[in-house]
């Protein structure tokens, strides 16, 4: 236990939350789910244990995000589930209150900065540091930032797209839209509904997106049977729906995080815009897995388009490495 007494990172996310102990790695990764009784306000289950519940909780119990777009949406639930996180990776208690250094967002308001920092600090920890999840991203996908070149990182996360241009340590410039993963799944969430008048939960959404699911037509040829309540009858159906149907649903958003990627590119010195070129974009979180994403981007602005080779664990990887290194970014 004693090793809480040095330092924590966290990758707080809107769909999951990562955890690394420096001189551990990562420890801890699980959904960013609060469970509630609604009439008491008790919290019944976080994390793996509260995903099990969204979609299956009686009227009493709601299963909550509280973090939406990568922000705070409920300071309470944030704290709490910080709180178990902590607890989980050190034991129930521990005798040292450890530095942690938190993800954000790039775009994020000097509000929502300090409410993180202050639902940190009251989970338990000692002192708080903020890093910026481009930074973090592109540390955890091995790209050496502290070289005088230009790199761009792309973060697909669940609530927020991160898109930085990284020279020297430093965001050249850079741009956050909230538009990400969970914006794919509603997509397809109401896509089926129009089409098939059929409501289906957001588990069901993601597993459509990850299973068939493409960012532009033609990446793929699948279909999947998925099962649902029909709105007319209120009974359960099953239909199958195929990859073209999902692209059409996700376009828009797809669409967004494109011209995110272009707007920073337009406004890039023309130095760093070779050395991109040269290096290529790379993309990290789960939003990347969308298949066919990273050619796209490719194909829309012409420069070479990789995902990393962790991406779901990139922005976790990176705190920890500035952890290790003990800078601030």
């Known amino acids: 236990m004693f090793w809480m007494s040095t330092s924590v990172g966290i990758d707080l996310g809107t769909a999951n939350s990562l955890v690394y102990v420096k001189g551990k790695g990562i420890v801890l990764r699980e959904p960013s789910v609060v469970a509630i009784d609604r009439n008491t306000d008790e919290v019944l289950a976080i994390g793996e244990d509260a995903q099990k519940m969204i979609g299956r909780t009686p009227g009493n119990i709601v299963a909550i995000r509280p973090l939406r777009d990568g922000v705070i949406s409920n300071f309470s639930m944030t704290e709490a589930m910080v709180r178990y996180f902590l607890n989980k990776v050190a034991g129930k208690s521990f005798f040292f209150r450890p530095r942690v250094m938190v993800c954000v967002p790039t775009e994020i308001t000097i509000v929502e900065r ?10 338990g920890a000692k002192k708080v540091d903020l890093i910026e999840e481009p930074i973090a991203a592109a540390l955890g996908a091995g790209i050496d930032i502290s070289e005088p070149v230009g790199s761009m990182v792309v973060d697909i996360g669940g609530g927020t797209c991160d898109v930085a241009v990284i020279s020297l340590g430093g965001i050249v410039n850079g741009q956050s839209i909230r538009v990400a993963g969970n914006k794919f799944d509603t997509d397809i969430e109401t896509s ?8 289906i939960g957001e588990r069901t959404a993601e597993n459509i997106k990850m299973t068939i699911g493409a960012a532009y037509s033609g990446a793929r040829k699948l279909e999947m049977e998925i099962r649902g309540r029909d709105i007319v009858t209120g009974m359960p159906k099953n239909i199958t729906v195929e990859t073209e149907e999902i692209v059409k649903a996700v376009t828009e958003s797809v669409s967004k995080i494109v011209g995110c990627i272009r707007k920073v590119l337009d406004v890039t010195p023309p130095e760093l815009s070779a050395d991109i070129f040269d290096r290529g974009i790379i993309l990290t979180g789960g939003g990347a897995l969308l298949y066919g994403l990273d050619e796209l981007i490719r194909r829309e602005t012409g420069i070479p388009t990789a995902i990393a080779d962790d991406p779901l664990s990139c922005v976790a990887i990176g705190t920890g490495k500035a ?3 003990g800078q601030n970014f």
């Open 114 to 123: 300090r409410a993180i920092q202050e639902a940190t600090e009251q989970a």
């Open 323 to 325: 952890l290790e290194s």
């Open 192 to 199: 089926i509904k129009r089409n098939h008048s059929l409501m």
